[in-house]
């Protein structure tokens, strides 16, 4: 049995949780096109208008695919044909704000989420029945910047070098994210931890990606923390520097996310998860091996002109060791209590037979079932 944490302040965050999850399930319920809570094919999403032509023997997987550093996988799926390959049907749910993914998954407007593991915790917390199947993201090995899961970036003018430089002479630096409750306060907090500084020491500026580079160039903020591909176009536009990266503001296990399933659907669909945990976990090899290639298709899908995509876990292979980092930075950030989660409790090893290298990924690659499809085509 978990133990309570005997915390006013933390079941008050428990509650107001769940009730933010009904809340944001009606707006969903009332936003989204697709209404349906079954899994049936259907959506006005870019993805299912690239398929057409329904397969009615394959299961289909709805997500929502941003125009950002999350969407390579869902883009080579398609492009490259791993899904249909894989016995998927594809369905682009659309774009939805990440604060809202989760809600989605658990109302059942999608099937599936890409998240960190903080992420996982909170919708446990909130009484969502939901399990990760499958290690998705990774930080890469230590040296190659140009794949981390973040950077922070400073102006090339500032006198930001170290993070010392940042709260000298007692200045609060205005550090900006992409929200509250991800990966990047949570590294955030962990960095400044790391160096005898107090979440008090900064402030946050809520801002998404896209617009953190601008408002960067124009002095709203301090720090841009950013993922690729906006970091990437950041620096080619020149002008800024690297102050820290995730890797060292958090160690190798910053880029880890999940695939992240409705219990329901593990256990009453099992074959169709484990069909589509090959399908994407493909799709994500294949970008690991063709970097400037899903790079550049990335780019032209998201409308930047260069683009560097996330680095993904060649097996998906899910250890405690990827997890228990994120356990103990929301232990320490007061999120949650010493003991309250272990990693087990957050993923199955059910699906531990896909965690392997597959796929010929040093081979040949697949037919593309769309040899016509311009890479911009995926508006």
């Known amino acids: 049995m978990t133990p309570k944490f005997h915390n006013r302040k933390k079941e008050l965050a428990v509650i107001a949780a769940v009730s933010l999850f009904i809340l944001l399930f009606l707006i969903i319920a009332g936003c989204t096109q697709n209404s349906s809570s ?6 006005s999403g870019a993805v299912a208008s690239v398929s057409s032509g329904v397969n009615s023997s394959f299961y289909t997987i709805r997500a929502n695919v941003n125009k950002d ?14 899904f249909v390959s894989g016995g998927i049907n594809f369905v682009d749910a659309g774009a939805l704000d990440w604060s809202l993914q989760p809600a989605a998954l658990v109302s059942g407007q999608t099937d599936v989420v890409d998240e960190h593991p903080n992420t996982l915790i909170d919708l446990k917390l909130a009484g969502a029945n939901v399990t990760g199947v499958a290690l998705s993201g990774q930080e890469p090995p230590e040296g190659d910047i140009s794949e981390y899961h973040m950077q922070w970036l400073v102006l090339n003018s500032s006198p930001y070098y170290t993070i010392q430089d940042l709260v000298a002479n007692g200045h609060k630096p205005k550090i900006a994210v992409g929200a509250l409750g991800i990966c990047a306060d949570l590294e955030n907090n962990a960095w400044f931890r790391a160096n005898n500084l107090s979440n008090t020491s900064f402030q946050y500026v809520i801002m998404p990606d896209p617009q953190q580079e601008a408002a960067l160039r124009s002095g709203q903020i301090d720090v841009a923390v950013l993922h690729p591909p906006f970091y990437t176009a950041a620096e080619k536009h020149g002008g800024v520097r690297v102050i820290t990266t995730s890797y060292d503001a958090f160690g190798p296990q910053a880029g ?5 399933f409705r219990d329901a659907d593990i256990q009453e669909h099992p074959d169709d998860v484990r069909a589509f945990i090959k399908a994407y ?3 994500e090899r294949w970008s690991d091996n063709h970097l400037t290639e899903s790079g550049i298709l990335t780019a032209g899908v998201i409308g930047l002109s260069n683009a560097t995509p996330h680095y993904y876990s060649q097996s998906g292979a899910i250890t405690d060791d990827e997890i228990q980092p994120w356990i103990d930075a929301m232990v320490a950030d007061g999120d949650i209590a010493p003991g309250q989660f272990k990693p087990s409790d957050l993923y199955t090893t059910e699906f531990s037979d896909t965690w392997v290298n597959e796929t010929a990924v040093n081979g040949p690659d697949p037919v593309d079932p769309f040899p016509s499809l311009e890479k911009s085509t995926y508006d």
């Open 69 to 82: 550093c999350s969407g390579t996988p869902w883009y080579v799926g398609v492009m490259k044909g791993y």
């Open 281 to 283: 976990k493909n799709a």
């Open 256 to 260: 880890t996310t999940l695939l992240v």
């Open 38 to 43: 079954t899994n049936s094919a259907g959506s």
